[in-house]
């Protein structure tokens, strides 16, 4: 296919991106970005295509990866630094407040009992991951595939969360 004849395929199936553009981005300025961020992509990865494919289907490809891209690239940005000083005050005369450790003292032992109320064949799995050891080292301790443990500890987990109940 030649430059000319992908240019005018481009330019005759490309109207359809900007709803779809405007429904991933809900921003119009941000769709319009999109729409050429992915027209740009399009024409840069013309020998990609392949005759008598779906160009609709490869467009929407192509601008839903920028989209998600730009996302994941976005959410990575946010992270919040605190510049503040770190000055703390000693000896404030003011009213402290308490914690209410027995209670907290007995929401920890239910969660030992329903630990340790687990059948052995989830409880010792799950104990070594709770302690800090990873999948493939709780494997190789109890000589069980990879597979076996990390089913036997996300089972654990759901008879826990069903045991336990919320505050």
Same mark, same amino acid.
């Given at each position: ?10 330019v ?23 729409f050429?961020?992915? &027209? ?21 490809t192509?601008?839903?990866n920028?989209f ?6 976005k959410?990575?940005?946010k992270?919040?630094f ?5 000055? #703390? ?7 402290a ?8 003292? &007995? ?18 799995? #799950?104990?070594?991951? #709770? ?24 089972f ?10 919320? #505050?």
């Open positions: 296919m030649s430059s000319l004849e992908f240019n005018q395929l481009l005759n199936n490309a109207e359809f991106l900007k709803p779809f553009a405007i429904t991933l981005t809900r921003d119009s300025e941000a769709a319009k970005d999109l050429q961020e992915t &027209l740009y992509r399009a024409l840069a990865n013309k020998d990609k295509y392949n005759v008598g494919t779906n160009i609709k289907a490869w467009l929407y192509i601008m839903r920028i998600i891209n730009n996302y994941r690239r959410s990575k940005q992270t919040i605190d510049n503040t000083p770190n000055e #703390f005050i000693l000896n404030n005369s003011q009213q407040v308490v914690s209410g450790t027995a209670e907290s003292n &007995l929401r920890i032992k239910d969660i030992q009992a329903a630990i340790y109320n687990l059948p052995d064949l989830f409880r010792n799995p #799950f104990l070594l991951y #709770f302690e800090g050891f990873k999948y493939h080292e709780i494997a190789d301790m109890l000589r069980e595939p990879l597979g076996t443990i990390k089913s036997r500890i996300h654990a987990r759901k008879l826990l969360k069903s045991q336990i109940q919320p #505050f």
